[in-house]
């Protein structure tokens, strides 16, 4: 697992980094994370989307083992 604050994290929620993904759940969750941003956002607001993301992707750790080590190249 990838370090909380890589920042391929944040790459991940703005959608400078795109994700191939068939789970369903996480196409949903990165989609809203990427249109949160496509507006400006109040200081501390990506932080805070980086860590509903990191949390993410610990819940569902076991399932999402293809997409992490997509990230962690």
Avoid: C, H
């Amino acid at each position: 697992m990838l370090d909380k604050n890589s920042r391929k994290w944040r790459d991940l929620a703005t959608g400078k980094l795109e994700l191939k993904t068939d789970n369903f759940g996480l196409q949903m969750f990165l989609k809203r994370s990427v249109t949160r941003f496509a507006a400006s956002q109040p200081p501390g607001e990506l932080e805070k989307a980086v860590e509903e993301l990191y949390n993410f992707f610990v819940k569902y750790e076991r399932i999402l083992g293809k997409e992490l080590a997509v990230i962690s190249k």
